[in-house]
């Protein structure tokens, strides 16, 4: 409520104006994301740095390795 937003793991932001505000539904939906974004977030962010470390990952590529896609909290990889 000090400042507004929230943040994940890897420092992301989500502004919050209505967390302050007097209509209760809105204030009660931005105390909800408040406790939910840095969880959620995270987890969206570890799965985001090892997207980049695999993509980065030069062994994986010579065993023939390749990233498919991404869901939710997987990834999906191919050889």
Do not use: C, S
Not at 45 to 52: K, P, S, T, Y
């Amino acid at each position: 409520r000090r400042t507004g937003y929230t943040e994940t793991f890897l420092g992301r932001r989500r502004y919050l104006p209505e967390i302050n505000g007097r209509d209760g539904v809105g204030r009660g939906h931005a105390e909800r994301a408040a406790i939910n974004t840095p969880i959620q977030g995270g987890a969206a962010d570890i799965v985001m740095m090892a997207m980049l470390k695999l993509r980065g990952e030069e062994r994986i590529r010579r065993l023939g390795w390749r990233m498919v896609m991404q869901i939710h909290d997987e990834i999906i990889l191919e050889g």
